[in-house]
């Protein structure tokens, strides 16, 4: 599983969950990234496996609207999985995210 945040919700959740985060990133099963921000960038929660695909956006103003995307057809998982690099490519992994605090 790989998971990516941005920096705000990664501090949040290292304030709030700190000896658990560590647990959690020891895990070798699990792949923990932070979202370089550039300017106001909104990350949309995904959640694409074999069968189907899940997309929960957020509105213009950064709040998540309930809106969600399910679907199970072939070419949106593929333009999922696309949106996916995109963010995965302009993340880095925890370790370097905190070595640059």
Avoid: C
């Avoid at 990516?4 to 985060?21: A, H, M, Q, S, W």
């Avoid at 995904?46 to 809106?67: A, H």
């Avoid at 057809?73 to 925890?94: G, L």
Wanted: glycine share 4%.
């Amino acid at each position: 599983m790989t998971m990516i945040v941005t920096p705000k919700v990664f501090d949040r959740i290292k304030g709030e969950y700190g000896k658990r985060l560590e647990n959690v990133l020891t895990q070798e099963n699990l792949s923990f990234l932070v979202y370089e921000e550039k300017g106001k960038s909104i990350i949309p929660s995904m959640l694409i496996t074999d069968v189907f695909t899940y997309t929960y956006l957020f509105n213009n103003d950064g709040v998540y609207d309930n809106k969600m995307l399910i679907s199970f057809d072939d070419s949106t998982k593929s333009w999922t999985k696309e949106m996916y690099k995109h963010f995965k490519k302009q993340s880095i992994a925890v370790e370097q995210y905190l070595s640059q605090k």
